[in-house]
């Protein structure tokens, strides 16, 4: 089974400024991948970022990258100079890979980020 | 990545009805998957669909209440049946993207579904 827990309902910053949003996560699979995805209002769902569990460094996708602790079990979403249009739901992700195939995405909550101007 | 499309993107239903939601793909694809949202939550696989062969239901979806077609690799369609309130949601088919070695999935704009 698995679970990912995003504490943060709720994230707001500053225009220009860095934030980070956290997820934590716990799986009995050994190889497993995990992602970032974006949902602005408008309901569609954006892939932001992948991280894959033997990768040795942490994941950046422009202004995103992926602070990935696995002793911590933890794959935070770093967002720097944050625009107005990153305003939207965050949920991260993870998928089991058995050796021969990926299982089901699992969500976690999300975390709303609204960026001030 | 693939270019999804789902019809219809919102529809008001009343309770009782039932409504087919549309999955068209622009590439080959071997699985697709339906999600739903329920409003204020996260993302909640309903069913795998592989061409040629039954879907694959998760804990909780039984195929009367979503009966799901895949008569091709490139469409799909979840239905939901004799509709309620407690449907009201926003669902969604993915497809799995061009690199299987990260198995990241894509999606497509959502279908708002407002059940009166």
């Known amino acids: 089974a698995q679970k990912i827990t995003q504490t943060q309902p709720g994230m707001f910053v500053q225009e220009k400024e860095a934030v980070t949003l956290d997820c934590t996560y716990d799986?009995?699979?050994?190889?497993?991948?995990l992602f970032w995805y974006k949902q602005p209002s408008s309901g569609e769902m954006i892939f932001l970022i992948y991280q894959g569990s033997y990768d040795q460094q942490n994941a950046t996708e422009g202004r995103y990258s992926l602070n990935f602790q696995k002793a911590r079990k933890s794959a935070n979403l770093v967002i720097s100079a944050s625009q107005l249009g990153d305003s939207a739901m965050y949920f991260c992700?993870?998928?089991?890979?058995?050796?021969?195939?990926?299982?089901?995405?699992?969500f976690g909550q999300g975390t709303i980020l609204t960026v001030h101007p | 990545s693939a270019v999804i499309s789902q019809k219809p993107s919102r529809d008001i239903c009343q309770r009782g009805t039932s409504l087919t939601i549309q999955c068209q793909v622009d590439s080959q694809v071997t699985m697709m998957f339906w999600y739903r949202q329920q409003p204020g939550q996260s993302l909640t696989l309903i069913a795998t669909a592989n061409q040629g062969s039954e879907a694959t239901y998760e804990s909780g979806f039984v195929i009367d209440k979503f009966p799901i077609s895949r008569p091709n690799l490139t469409f799909s369609t979840l239905t939901v049946s004799n509709m309620s309130p407690e449907d009201s949601s926003i669902y969604l088919c993915?497809?799995?993207?061009?690199?299987?070695?990260?198995?990241?999935?894509?999606f497509g704009e959502g279908s708002r579904l407002t059940v009166l």
């Open positions: 992700a993870m998928r089991g890979w058995s050796g021969t195939s990926y299982g089901k995405l699992t």
């Open positions: 993915s497809v799995e993207g061009l690199s299987v070695n990260t198995g990241e999935l894509f």
């Open positions: 799986t009995s699979d050994p190889s497993y991948g």
